[in-house]
């Protein structure tokens, strides 16, 4: 299974697209250094420290949030690109190899989803802690991270079940619209008000401000129940596939 997981390595992250993955990185350090305040000098930022503080957090909450779906969402439907599934059908010579095949993609997946969050958590961390005044407490980073991956892991899934239906790039899409549906609903209106978007965080992650600390939308028990099943079902309808 590692040397599968290594051959899907090699053949997603073509030289475009680890030029696109810096660029992207640099694009979010750039972000994080303007709305830190570093560049308005330590001293002036020490004095307003508490809006600053406030200010820095919560882009970087957000940002963190849009780039790593986007990006993850994007990755699963490299996936399905021509040469991997021309891959998938070399590497499948027995049935039983389809049950490698599918894990190979999920685990691959899940390897970069949490790689990417982590190392977004880590920018941030050496910028806050190294150039700021800002206060950085560990436990509330840690819990904020597994919120992040818990909500990524579950539009991976979400775009691995639709992928697996209708592989086309545009199917890649339907999970980033959902994403940003429930993300606008939820500011504007609030999961309460909105019936559709109070049962939609029962089960698809949502992440909101709650006396003063970012919070899943419901308990990640039921989260992981739901990816549970995702997984069961991707992995029933592309071992049941001619082609995966």
Same mark, same amino acid.
């Given at each position: 299974?590692?040397?599968?997981?290594?051959?899907?390595?090699?053949?997603?992250?073509?030289?475009?697209?680890i030029?696109?993955?810096?660029?992207?990185?640099?694009?979010?350090?750039?972000?994080?250094?303007?709305?830190s305040?570093?560049?308005?000098?330590?001293?002036?930022?020490?004095?307003?420290?508490?809006?600053?503080?406030?200010?820095?957090?919560?882009?970087?909450?957000l940002?963190?949030?849009?780039?790593?779906?986007?990006?993850?969402?994007?990755?699963?439907?490299?996936?399905?690109?021509?040469?991997?599934?021309?891959?998938?059908?070399?590497?499948?010579?027995?049935?039983?190899?389809?049950?490698?095949?599918?894990?190979?993609?999920?685990?691959? $997946?899940?390897?970069?989803?949490?790689?990417? /969050? %982590? +190392?977004? *958590?880590?920018?941030y =961390? &050496? @910028?806050?802690?190294?150039? #700021?005044?800002?206060?950085f407490?560990?436990?509330?980073?840690?819990?904020?991270?597994?919120? $992040?991956?818990?909500?990524?892991?579950?539009? /991976? %899934? +979400?775009? *691995?079940?639709?992928? =697996? &239906? @209708?592989?086309?790039?545009? #199917?890649?899409?339907?999970?980033?619209?959902l994403?940003?549906?429930?993300?606008?609903?939820?500011?504007?209106?609030?999961?309460?008000?909105?019936? %559709? +978007?109070?049962?939609?965080?029962?089960? &698809?992650?949502?992440?909101?401000?709650?006396?003063?600390?970012?919070?899943?939308?419901?308990?990640?028990?039921?989260?992981?129940?739901?990816?549970?099943?995702?997984?069961?079902?991707?992995?029933?309808?592309?071992?049941?596939?001619? &082609?995966?």
């Open positions: 299974m590692v040397s599968i997981i290594n051959l899907y390595y090699k053949y997603v992250f073509s030289k475009r697209i030029l696109v993955f810096i660029l992207i990185n640099i694009i979010y350090i750039t972000s994080l250094i303007y709305s305040g570093i560049l308005d000098g330590y001293s002036y930022i020490d004095m307003y420290k508490i809006d600053f503080e406030y200010v820095f957090y919560n882009d970087f909450v940002i963190v949030r849009i780039l790593s779906v986007v990006f993850n969402v994007f990755m699963v439907s490299l996936i399905y690109k021509d040469s991997c599934v021309n891959l998938s059908k070399y590497l499948v010579d027995k049935p039983i190899k389809k049950f490698y095949i599918i894990w190979s993609k999920l685990i691959f $997946i899940f390897l970069i989803c949490s790689s990417l /969050v %982590l +190392i977004l *958590f880590e920018y =961390s &050496i @910028i806050n802690v190294l150039f #700021t005044p800002y206060s407490i560990s436990s509330d980073i840690l819990h904020l991270y597994l919120a $992040i991956l818990i909500q990524n892991v579950t539009y /991976v %899934l +979400i775009a *691995f079940f639709l992928m =697996s &239906i @209708i592989p086309s790039m545009l #199917t890649s899409l339907l999970p980033m619209l994403f940003w549906y429930m993300e606008i609903n939820t500011f504007s209106q609030g999961v309460e008000t909105n019936t %559709l +978007i109070y049962n939609l965080n029962k089960y &698809i992650p949502n992440i909101s401000l709650n006396n003063g600390a970012y919070q899943l939308s419901s308990d990640w028990v039921n989260y992981l129940y739901f990816n549970i099943i995702l997984v069961l079902i991707i992995v029933f309808i592309n071992v049941n596939k001619e &082609i995966l």
